[in-house]
């Protein structure tokens, strides 16, 4: 039996496609080659500002080394320009 959680955000198709994309401007904007492990998740939240939607960008640089983008939105919605603001927001995200 499975379960489907009514208040989970409802996605399209695509994701996968667009969650490749953003991954991609990741690694072009903050110079990361294929040996750093970027994980993209559209979530449910609860706080007002997000609308009841955002994405998280994980990036594993290194073991310990565990840096979070987070995006008051849908996934459809992030741009090419709320990331590269994003990765400037951090301090660069640098892969060294």
Known sequence: ???????APRRTGGTSDRAALVKN????HAGFG????????????RHAACGGVETLVMIDVAASDLSV???D???AEISVDDVRAAIEATGGCSPD
């Open 69 to 71: 983008l987070r995006f």
């Open 73 to 75: 939105r849908s996934l």
């Open 34 to 45: 294929d040996d750093v492990a970027i994980a993209v998740s559209e979530i449910a939240c």
């Open 1 to 7: 039996m499975s379960f489907r959680n009514p208040f």
């Open 25 to 28: 401007w990741v690694r072009d």
